[in-house]
T-cell receptor
Framework: AAGVIQSPRHLIKEKRETATLKCYPI?????VYWYQQGPGQDPQFLIS???????DKGSIPDRFSAQQFSDYHSELNMSSLELGDSALYFC????????????????FGPGTRLTVL | AQTVTQSQPEMSVQEAETVTLSCTYD???????LFWYKQPPSRQMILVIR??????QNATENRFSVNFQKAAKSFSLKISDSQLGDAAMYFC?????????????FGQGTILTVHP
């Protein structure tokens, strides 16, 4: 079965540079979530999109922005990178936001490991 | 707001034996879901099992089952016939209804070691 695809898998950037992370959800999934997992930490929710509209926002820095495109893929743009942004960034996808939907389980991609030097 | 607490930073089990991982949660939502995710050394997040809060029956997936105590806000994971491949970090997570529907809140994780 097709899974969530994230690219790149590894990314090394210098401080103050910009990074773009891409996420391709499971086919027919219309909802995308982004999470950040620091070393030894649990994943923290950043932002989500449903049908190309932002549906929820967590502790995402103002330096970060994201969007979901017409083909449902999503991009997380990170500017003015800081050392503390080094983390594993997960994208997850699910089918629909209907409260009673039985297919709301989130399936995670393999993650993008971002290292800021 | 939702909170999830895993009070066991580390657990160990002998191969073929049974282990239970604990999780408690707090939520003001009436409609919510609970999950256990496994994160092996590859760091991939793998869904183990899910439970809808409105269902009284405990979820089961092969060797994995949960003990869902809604009144106590407890959601433990039981792994039977443990295998070496079960060694991983296990995260308990919740998602709620309303405007926060879908967003997962994770616990701190429990590292499970399986001894041969």
């Amino acid at each position: 079965a097709a899974g969530v695809i994230q690219s790149p898998r590894h990314l090394i950037k210098e401080k103050r540079e910009t990074a773009t992370l891409k996420c391709y959800p499971i086919p027919r999934h219309d909802t995308v979530y982004w999470y950040q997992q620091g070393p030894g930490q649990d994943p923290q929710f950043l932002i989500s999109f449903y049908e190309k509209m932002q549906s929820d926002k967590g502790s995402i820095p103002d330096r970060f922005s994201a969007q979901q495109f017409s083909d449902y893929h999503s991009e997380l743009n990170m500017s003015s990178l800081e050392l503390g942004d080094s983390a594993l960034y997960f994208c997850a996808s699910s089918l629909g936001l209907h409260p009673l939907a039985s297919t709301d389980t989130q399936y995670f991609g393999p993650g993008t490991r971002l290292t800021v030097l | 707001a939702q909170t999830v607490t895993q009070s066991q930073p580390e657990m160990s089990v002998q191969e073929a034996e049974t282990v239970t991982l604990s999780c408690t949660y707090d939520t003001s939502e009436s409609d919510y879901y609970l999950f256990w995710y496994k994160q092996p050394p590859s760091r991939q997040m793998i869904l183990v099992i899910r439970q809808e809060a409105y269902k009284q029956q405990n979820a089961t997936e092969n060797r994995f089952s949960v003990n869902f105590q809604k009144a106590a806000k407890s959601f433990s994971l039981k792994i039977s016939d443990s295998q070496l491949g079960d060694a991983a970090m296990y995260f308990c997570a919740s998602s709620g209804g309303g405007t926060s529907y879908g967003k997962l809140t994770f616990g701190q994780g429990t590292i499970l070691t399986v001894h041969p």
